[in-house]
């Protein structure tokens, strides 16, 4: 089982729609959770991170963790061209080293 | 406002051949790692150093040097290059004042023929 798995994707959304994306995770101490954005040929860069059970919002990202489950979702609202990237869930291990998951490439359909 | 520099951007190595990828941080962070992306691969960590002078392997070691050269700099070192260690190549550095956040350098797109 990998670490951190990621609905594999692609997901194709039309433009103001929202985007779902999933992520679970199989070490159960992990305590800090991240979701990057990857445009292509760049670097991920943070977009959201989440500590506690529940919601956080930050603008149209709502990211939301249940550890019970292991589950950590990002909820992209009214999707933009802009937002078509690769989104990669990341959580921190045991070790405090970061494990990735293998991404969801998303397009927003103008 | 560097943040994470590393360097070479490309570089095209011959199989056997020798290079070292260049890292260095500005953010007075402590942790720095080295990762290689591969397409379908998401990222994983080559090595990881959570202070100066401290470094340990991480998911892909193999084949694969470093070297914590002071709390600013951390360097990635091919011995003897291989086809299979054609990737993308990200620096990457966290600390407690930025929140133990992940930042990333630009990439380094390497191949070897």
Not at chain 1, 14 to 34: H, M
Request: proline content about 4%.
């Amino acid at each position: 089982q990998k670490e951190v798995e990621q609905n594999s994707g692609p997901l194709s959304v039309p433009e103001g729609a929202i985007a779902s994306l999933n992520c679970t995770y199989s070490d159960r101490v992990s305590q800090s959770f991240f979701w990057y954005r990857q445009y292509s040929g760049k670097s991920p860069e943070l977009i959201m991170s989440i500590y506690s059970n529940g919601d956080k919002e930050d603008g149209r990202f709502t990211a939301q963790l249940n550890k019970a489950s292991q589950y950590v979702s990002l909820l992209i609202r009214d999707s933009q061209p802009s937002d078509s990237a690769t989104y990669l869930c990341a959580v921190n291990r045991w070790d405090y080293k970061l494990s990735f998951g293998a991404g969801t490439t998303v397009t927003v359909r103008a | 406002n560097a943040g994470v520099t590393q360097t070479p951007k490309f570089q095209v190595l011959k199989t056997g051949q020798s290079m070292t990828l260049q890292c260095a941080q500005d953010m007075n962070h402590n942790s720095m790692y080295w990762y290689r992306q591969d397409p379908g691969m998401g990222l994983r960590l080559i090595y990881y150093s959570a202070s100066e002078g401290t470094t340990d392997k991480g998911e892909v070691p193999n084949g694969y040097n470093v070297s914590r050269l002071n709390k600013r700099e951390f360097s990635l070192r091919l011995e003897s290059a291989a086809p299979s260690q054609t990737s993308v190549y990200f620096c990457a550095s966290a600390g407690a004042a930025s929140g133990n956040t992940i930042y990333f350098g630009e990439g380094s797109w390497l191949t070897v023929v």
